[in-house]
């Protein structure tokens, strides 16, 4: 696992960071990367929803609980759920999705009012602060298929404005590498486990949370002053809400 060490087993992932004079220049390397955002352009393909309904989103691009706290920061989003898609079923389970061989990367549902934040913007903040979408099947110190860069699009509206977005980005050269981001078609979202929803939330001084995740909720704050809350909604409160 790169730089971290996980530990795997009935309870939460935990991730500890090694003694800093054993990691030297690596977690140097690690600590720009997760300290680092690159605000692109808006997207110039955002059509507005013709009624009120709630919408969502699910994407992926590294661990869940750094993109889940990001959303969860965002104005006009009201659920955010950790979870996988691209795989069965029978294999959206942390352990076996850990494999890398499930066909599930870990992801996220964003449930949002479109009238507070687009769809276009919520990918928006997706590319610039919530991963890299440079880095093929990895996040930093994470390693496997399951991290990928994806977009699952749920109907053809949602195809249409990412197949441009990405197009865009590309076409005026935003990051200094390509981007692997892959579309596919949304099949299935499956929740992940009770102990994974709001982590970074619940967890906060977590080493890993704190080096990898809590900056970009901070680049957030910095680059998307509009659309910040400080407070976040979290995945309980939004399941609670609903009863």
């Known amino acids: 696992m790169g730089m971290t060490t996980s530990v795997r087993g009935a309870g939460p992932r935990r991730r500890y960071v090694a003694p800093f004079a054993a990691i030297g220049m690596g977690l140097a390397l690690c600590l720009a990367r997760a300290a680092a955002a690159t605000l692109v352009p808006a997207p110039s393909l955002d059509p507005v929803p013709h009624d009120d309904r709630s919408q969502t989103a699910v994407v992926a691009g590294g661990c869940f609980w750094g993109i889940q706290a990001v959303f969860q920061h965002v104005t006009g989003v009201t659920r955010v759920v950790a979870g996988y898609s691209g795989g069965a079923k029978d294999t959206a389970a942390y352990e076996t999705v850990s494999t890398g061989r499930t066909g599930h990367a870990e992801s996220v549902e964003i449930t949002f009012d479109p009238h507070q934040v687009s769809y276009g913007r919520i990918l928006q903040i997706y590319f610039s602060v919530a991963h890299d979408p440079t880095e093929l ?29 990405v197009a865009q980005l590309t076409r005026t050269g935003a990051y200094p590498r390509p981007i692997v981001t892959k579309l596919d078609p949304l099949v299935a979202f499956y929740p992940a486990e009770a102990y994974h929803q709001d982590y970074a939330v619940r967890h906060p001084i977590d080493p890993y949370i704190a080096l990898y995740d809590r900056p970009k909720v901070d680049n957030l704050k910095r680059l998307f002053p509009d659309l910040y ?11 609670n809400s609903n009863k």
């Open 137 to 165: 099947n990895r996040q930093g110190p994470d390693v496997g298929t399951q991290y990928r860069s994806t977009i699952f699009y749920a109907n053809d509206d949602q195809k249409r404005v990412a197949r441009s977005y």
């Open 229 to 239: 809350r400080e407070v976040p909604v979290t995945a309980m409160a939004a399941t």
